[in-house]
């Protein structure tokens, strides 16, 4: 857990407004995302953090009728602009969901999809990497015996991991994660939380999450979001156990939402 000093921006959002035709679902959001730090967006259910995740990835523009406002960069280049392709952004971004979504593909195939993609071809070089990957998303001794088996005979737990592991095999500079744990069993949630935990040194990771003790045990940084707005954003330790806004004490306490 990190102390009084912010680690650099990689994402930096000021004064981003966001709208759904006249509904307005960003107002005026001010947020860092850090390098190698877990930062952890909570809030109550239509206040935003979907949003806001889908905007850091330019997922968000492909909704009909959305106009954005405001400046959001990433690496100190606005990305709201023309000026980072968004396949080159992409290349950079994963993204994990709620439902875990592996490809009707192999578990092989599914970690040497990207990495295919970005021009790996020689085969010792992809069993390197789709081993690599499936280590650091804890899988590896589950699957190793049936790499070549679809992904589709795999629980939902290890569906989610895979799913970890195919953003990990493009050696992604962030990764967002949008309620990642919501449709799995403890025994899987606690997994994918050790995960988070043992690639947070070498990723940067911004997850939505309704789970308090989920974002209090895994997160660097709490950004409280409600309807619309960031209420309070501090270390997760402040939010959980000091905050300063009486409507994150409320929330974090279970009094609404
Ligand atoms: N595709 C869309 N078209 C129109 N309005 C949308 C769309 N997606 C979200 N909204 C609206 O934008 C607001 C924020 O939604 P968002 O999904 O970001 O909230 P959330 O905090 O992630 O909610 P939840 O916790 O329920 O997933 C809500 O009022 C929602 O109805």
């Given at each position: ?111 040497a999809f990207?990495p295919k993609i ?140």
């Open positions: 857990m990190k102390n009084t000093k912010w680690n650099k921006p990689v994402y930096e959002t000021n004064g981003l407004n966001l709208w759904y035709g006249s509904t307005h679902a960003l107002k005026n959001i001010e947020l860092s995302i850090n390098e190698k730090e877990v930062t952890a967006i909570i809030g109550p259910s239509g206040c935003g953090k979907s949003t806001y995740l889908k905007t850091l990835n330019r997922m968000v523009e492909l909704v009909p009728d959305v106009s954005i406002s405001g400046n959001l960069t990433f690496k100190g280049k606005n990305i709201l602009g023309k000026s980072v392709p968004v396949e080159l952004l992409r290349s950079k971004v994963g993204m994990v969901f709620q439902k875990p979504n592996p490809f009707p593909k192999s578990i092989y195939e599914n970690v990207g970005h021009g790996i071809r020689n085969k010792a070089m992809l069993d390197m990497v789709v081993e690599d990957s499936l280590r650091k998303a804890a899988l590896w001794d589950e699957v190793k015996d049936r790499l070549h088996s679809s992904a589709y005979g795999l629980s939902g737990g290890q569906q989610q991991r895979l799913c970890i592991a195919r953003c990990l095999a493009v050696d992604p500079e962030v990764i967002l994660m949008d309620e990642p744990t919501s449709a799995l069993d403890p025994v899987s949630t606690h997994k994918v939380e050790e995960l988070i935990d043992s690639i947070k040194n070498d990723v940067t990771i911004a997850i939505v999450t309704h789970n308090m003790q989920q974002a209090s045990r895994i997160s660097d940084r709490t950004a409280f979001f409600l309807n619309g707005e960031i209420i309070e954003v501090d270390r997760t330790s402040v939010i959980f156990s000091n905050p300063t806004d009486p409507l994150t004490e409320d929330y974090i306490n279970g009094r609404f939402g």
